[in-house]
C-alpha cells in the first residue's frame, strides 16, 4: 500500500492554517478551502491526487468523527424550559418547508429523492455557530440560546432522517424505527452505567490519576464509546456516523461541564479531529467532487443558487418564530442565516446519495457547493447584523472550520 495520495491530503490540511494565517482578510473557513484545495489537486483539475484504499479509509473515519463532534455539541439544556416552545415551532416549521422544497423541486424534474434533500436542508452546522456567537459576545444572549437550540434541533432530526431512510443496510422505515428506538435505549443505558460508576470514589479517582498521563484514559474511553455505538449502528442496519452522533451526545450527557471541570480533555478530543481525521474527510470530498458534472451546462450552475436559496428558505424564515420572545429584526436575521449556515451533514447526504443512486452527480455537486456558499456568505453577514460590542477574534481562527465547526 502507498502513503503517497495520503501524504498530499495530509500536507493540503496542514498548510490550510497556514494560509488563513497569512491572509487574515481572507472570509473563507478552512473546510471551504480543504475541499477546493482537492478539487485543484484532484482528477477534476491537476490529477496529482487520488482518493485511494488509505485516504478512503481515513475519510470515513474523518466523517464520522466530525459527526461524533458535532454531537458532542449538543446540549440538552438548549432543548428544555421557555426556550424549547419557540425552538420546537421552528423546527417544524424547518420540517413542512424543507418538505415543500423536496417535493416542489422533484415535481419540477430538478431533483430524483425529495426526501434527501429536505433532509439535506434541514440541518445546520452547530460546531460552527458555537465560536461566532462567542465573538460577538452573543453566546449567552437570548438570540445566541435560540440560535443554538434551534441548530441543536436540526442537527439531530437531519442526522436521524438520514440514517432512517437513506442506508446500504436498513430494511423498511418501520422496522429501522424499532431499530432506532434499540440504538436509543443502548445510548439512555451506557448513560445511566456511566452515571452510576462515576459515584464509584475508587473509579474517579483511577480516571482523574489517569487522564493527562500516557494511558490518556478519558480519550481511550471515548474512542471506545464512539466505535462501539458506530458499530452497534452498523449491525442494526444504519450508518456508522449514527452512531458516532449518538457517541457525542451521550458522552456531553455524562460530562456536561466537562469543558468547565477538565477542559484539556475536549481539547485532545478536538485536536485528533480537526488536527489530523475531519480535515481529511474534507480533503477527500474536494478530490471525489465532481467538477465536470457541475459546469457541464448552464442549468446544473444555476441550482447552486437555488439550493443555497432553499437553505436560506428552509433554515432561515423559520427564525420568525423567535421575534416571540424579544428579538430584535436584526437578531432574527442574524439567527436565520446562522441557522441556515451548513456543510458537513449535506457533504454526508450527498455522499450517501451518491452511493445509493438517490441524487445525480450534478445535483450532488450544486449542494455541496450551496454547502460551501453558505459557510462563506451566511456567518458574514450575521455577524455584522449582531454587531460587535468587543474586538473578538475572528471566528475562523477559534475552531478549525476545516470542521464546520
Known amino acids: 500500500m502507498s502513503y503517497d495520495n495520503l501524504l498530499i491530503v495530509l500536507a493540503v490540511a496542514a498548510g490550510v492554517p497556514f494560509l488563513l494565517a497569512t491572509v487574515p482578510r481572507l472570509p473563507v473557513p478552512g473546510a471551504v478551502l ?106 449567552d444572549r437570548p438570540v445566541g440560546q435560540l440560535t443554538i437550540g434551534g441548530a441543536s434541533a436540526g442537527e439531530i432530526s437531519a442526522v436521524v432522517l438520514l440514517s432512517l431512510f437513506f442506508s446500504e443496510h436498513s430494511s423498511d422505515p418501520g422496522s429501522r424505527l424499532l431499530l432506532l428506538l434499540s440504538l436509543v435505549g443502548l445510548a439512555v443505558l451506557i448513560v445511566l452505567a456511566s452515571m452510576q460508576a462515576g459515584r464509584s470514589m475508587w473509579l474517579s479517582r483511577a480516571v482523574e490519576k489517569l487522564a493527562d498521563t500516557s494511558a490518556q484514559v478519558r480519550v481511550r474511553l471515548s474512542m471506545l464509546l464512539v466505535v462501539g455505538l458506530s458499530a452497534m449502528a452498523l449491525h442494526l442496519g444504519f450508518e456508522a456516523i449514527l452512531g458516532a452522533f449518538v457517541a457525542g451526545a451521550v458522552l456531553r450527557l455524562i460530562d456536561p461541564e466537562a469543558q468547565q471541570t477538565h477542559p484539556r480533555f475536549h481539547i485532545k478530543l478536538e485536536g485528533l479531529g480537526y488536527g489530523f481525521l475531519v480535515p481529511v474527510f474534507f480533503v477527500t470530498s474536494g478530490i471525489q467532487f465532481n467538477l465536470g458534472a457541475l459546469f457541464a451546462d448552464a442549468g446544473t450552475v444555476l441550482r447552486v443558487p437555488m439550493f443555497l436559496a432553499a437553505l436560506l428558505l428552509v433554515r432561515g424564515l423559520p427564525a420568525l418564530a423567535y421575534r416571540a420572545a424579544g428579538l430584535s429584526r436584526a437578531e432574527v436575521m442574524a439567527s436565520g442565516l446562522l441557522q441556515a449556515t451548513s456543510l458537513p451533514v449535506i457533504v454526508a447526504a450527498a455522499t450517501i446519495g451518491l452511493k445509493l443512486d438517490a441524487i445525480r452527480p450534478e445535483n450532488a455537486a450544486a449542494l455541496v457547493a450551496a454547502g460551501l456558499l453558505s459557510v462563506v456568505v451566511f456567518p458574514l453577514v450575521a455577524v455584522r447584523l449582531l454587531g460587535r460590542s468587543h474586538h473578538p477574534r475572528r471566528w475562523r481562527t477559534i475552531k478549525s472550520p476545516s470542521t464546520g465547526r
Open 34 to 139: 480543504e475541499i477546493v484545495a482537492g478539487v485543484i489537486l484532484g482528477p477534476a483539475v491537476l490529477n496529482v491526487v487520488t482518493a485511494d484504499t488509505a485516504v478512503q479509509s481515513l475519510s470515513i473515519i474523518g466523517l464520522g468523527f466530525l459527526l461524533f463532534l458535532a454531537g458532542l455539541e449538543i446540549d440538552i439544556r438548549q432543548l428544555r424550559g421557555p426556550r424549547a416552545g419557540l425552538v420546537s415551532v421552528g423546527l417544524v416549521g424547518t420540517v413542512a418547508l424543507a418538505a415543500i422544497v423536496g417535493w416542489s423541486l422533484h415535481a419540477g424534474g430538478l431533483v430524483e429523492s425529495p426526501l434527501l434533500i429536505g433532509t439535506a436542508l434541514v440541518a445546520t452546522s452547530l460546531g460552527l455557530l458555537v465560536p461566532i456567537l462567542k465573538d460577538v459576545g452573543a453566546i
